[in-house]
């Protein structure tokens, strides 16, 4: 396999570089002395090590955000509240870790981009339309929408359907409450949540990785369950960016992808709704999207997952963890088929 | 080296000394940047998963390094580049090995859970064959495997490179949940490294094979 020729023997009779012609052999550094020798195999040593492990580290570090932001201490606490009847008492996920780890593909792919870029989001002026099948179809500016209810704590988990999780102290309102002030009609079946359209704010939708705007959407009975919660605050803070600011949906039951950031549009439909997902990938992810650790997504298994945190996986839960509220939604479904 | 007049090829090995061990110390920088990111926090929530992925794409860029030294070398006719191969194989497959742990560890060394992923699923399946194909490659990698074997059956066996870097590029492929692009620009560089070889190895009917530029239609007459 190896060429015995080398550049030297081509170019070996005359040196192009030495006009003067007394070096005949076109090889730097052969015939100096051997302390120049050694400095020019030490720079090249250097140079070489250099490009390769800084090429590699161009090539395959993603750093996690980890500024300022991670001596901030928890704005929230859960000794200044009572506990509320679905709140978990797991450890909550500190906030340094729940707003600089997400997955917001409108700001970019790497969980590190929603952190780094939401400041390009607008949240105020922020209007949400509601039409579709409601008797009180209107825009309405966010602020006046959330002083329609009394704001409440939920400390749920949050199950990603790439595998790890969080606990997060949500602050909001329930789905519920806002759908019967909204008087459905009869022939209301389903809820389709819109998120924002808008490139300058969202730099990420300028590409095509999903079809733009995100759509998502529960079916009626399922957004009325008192777990549904429309959250506009995390930590006892406002919502940042990063989180689905203005108004961002939770159902804690399904995966993350479920819970539609930046809402500006509720429709209330006879039809299921054509979910962002589930267009994206039919066969990966469904329109229930339940956490269910017995149905494997294609790819990768989802027996267990990560709490942001901890280094070992625990066990995912069925309807992570809410099976005893929820489960009855689903009776005499196949949840293999409606994954 | 102050001999009068050596010969080109005698001279070439200590002018080049360096190389290897440069190859060698700056394969392995990653390694000492991850630890120092792991401690001081700079790999985010969730480490486990970023040096997962990072010791993955070690492996996909030292692997696609090593199969381009010899294309490298036959379009250039540098020596260069043979000197090195072999390094960037073992710093490929040793990230690889050490993607392997990072994930076992990261399952609790569940067998079964372990084995499930093997067997059920096709990405975790990919990934495990690359390595499982790395493993003969590392160990047959002295000259004294080379000699054992005979230099035809070595380089035979070592073509394997090439099914397990393509495995470890689809291992990637599978692994990203939407934003393929980077995996698939690694897929098209394995695939015009397989090229260049493909079209060195077999070139036009008549073609003078001595000639540096392999592409076949150079010495066409």
């Known amino acids: 396999m190896t060429d015995p020729r080398t550049p030297e023997d081509q170019t070996q009779p005359t040196d192009p570089q030495t006009p003067d012609g007394q070096r005949r052999i076109l090889t730097p550094g052969s015939d100096l002395n051997p302390r120049r020798e050694f400095l020019r195999s030490a720079a090249m040593f250097t140079g070489t090590v250099a490009a390769l492990g800084g090429g590699l580290e161009v090539l395959t570090r993603r750093p996690g955000l980890s500024g300022a932001e991670a001596q901030a201490a928890d704005p929230f606490s859960r000794a200044d509240r009572p506990p509320g009847p679905y709140d978990t008492t797991e450890k909550v996920t500190p906030y340094q870790q729940a707003t600089t780890y997400n997955n917001f593909y409108e700001f970019g792919t790497d969980?590190?981009?929603?952190?780094?870029?939401?400041?390009?989001?607008?949240?105020?002026?922020?209007?949400?339309?509601?039409?579709?099948?409601?008797?009180?179809?209107?825009?309405?500016?966010?602020?006046?929408?959330?002083?329609?209810?009394?704001?409440?704590?939920?400390?749920?988990?949050?199950?990603?359907?790439?595998?790890?999780?969080?606990?997060?102290?949500?602050?909001?309102?329930?789905?519920?409450?806002?759908?019967?002030?909204?008087?459905?009609?009869?022939?209301a079946k389903y809820v389709q949540f819109t998120a924002l359209l808008d490139t300058k704010q969202f730099p990420g939708q300028k590409q095509q990785v999903l079809r733009w705007p995100y759509v998502e959407g529960l079916r009626l009975d399922e957004a009325l369950h008192p777990l549904s919660f429309m959250a506009v605050g995390l930590h006892g803070r406002t919502l940042p960016g990063q989180n689905g600011a203005p108004l961002r949906l939770v159902v804690p039951w399904k995966y993350g992808f479920k819970n539609i950031k930046s809402v500006v549009r509720i429709t209330l439909t006879e039809k299921q709704p054509q979910t962002t997902w589930a267009l994206a990938a039919p066969q990966e992810y469904g329109f229930y999207a339940n956490v269910n650790p017995a149905v494997p997504h294609p790819r990768w298994s989802q027996a267990t997952e990560r709490r942001i945190g901890e280094l070992g996986r625990r066990k995912t839960l069925p309807f992570n963890g809410y099976a005893d509220e929820v489960a009855a939604l689903y009776r005499g479904m196949d949840l293999r088929k409606n994954f | 080296m102050t001999r009068p007049s050596p010969t080109p090829a005698r001279r070439a090995p200590a002018r080049l000394g360096w190389l290897v061990p440069a190859v060698t110390v700056g394969g392995l920088l990653p390694v000492a940047v991850l630890v120092s990111d792991a401690l001081s926090g700079a790999l985010g929530a969730n480490p486990i998963q970023r040096a997962t992925l990072q010791t993955g794409l070690l492996t996909l860029a030292l692997l696609v390094l090593s199969l381009a030294c010899t294309p490298l070398r036959l379009l250039t006719g540098w020596t260069w580049p043979a000197r090195i191969r072999k390094t960037l194989g073992l710093l490929g497959f040793g990230y690889a090995a050490l993607h392997f742990l990072i994930y076992l560890l990261d399952h609790g060394l569940d067998l079964t859970l372990i084995t499930e992923d093997v067997l059920k699923r096709p990405f975790i399946t990919?990934?495990?064959?690359?390595?499982?194909?790395?493993?003969?490659?590392?160990?047959?990698?002295?000259?004294?495997?080379?000699?054992?074997?005979?230099?035809?059956?070595?380089?035979?066996?070592?073509?394997?490179?090439?099914?397990?870097?393509?495995?470890?590029?689809?291992?990637?492929?599978?692994?990203?949940?939407?934003?393929?692009?980077?995996?698939?620009?690694?897929?098209?560089?394995?695939?015009?490294?397989?090229?260049?070889?493909?079209?060195?190895?077999?070139?036009?009917?008549?073609?003078?094979?001595?000639?540096?530029?392999?592409?076949?239609?150079?010495?066409?007459?």
Do not use: N
Not at chain 2, 207 to 215: C, E, F, L, N, V
């Open chain 1, 111 to 187: 969980k590190s981009d929603p952190a780094r870029l939401a400041g390009s989001l607008k949240t105020r002026p922020w209007t949400v339309r509601i039409d579709g099948e409601v008797r009180k179809a209107q825009t309405i500016d966010i602020d006046t929408l959330q002083s329609w209810f009394p704001l409440e704590d939920r400390i749920y988990r949050m199950r990603c359907v790439e595998g790890w999780s969080m606990v997060m102290p949500w602050l909001g309102f329930p789905l519920a409450a806002l759908i019967r002030r909204l008087e459905p009609t009869g022939k």
């Open chain 2, 126 to 221: 990919a990934g495990f064959t690359a390595l499982l194909l790395l493993v003969p490659l590392a160990l047959t990698s002295t000259p004294r495997a080379v000699r054992r074997l005979g230099f035809a059956r070595w380089t035979r066996l070592h073509q394997l490179a090439y099914v397990a870097v393509s495995l470890g590029a689809l291992h990637y492929y599978w692994g990203v949940k939407k934003d393929h692009t980077p995996p698939l620009i690694y897929a098209a560089v394995i695939a015009a490294l397989f090229l260049i070889r493909f079209l060195i190895r077999f070139p036009k009917r008549g073609h003078d094979r001595s000639g540096t530029r392999g592409a076949g239609r150079a010495a066409k007459s």
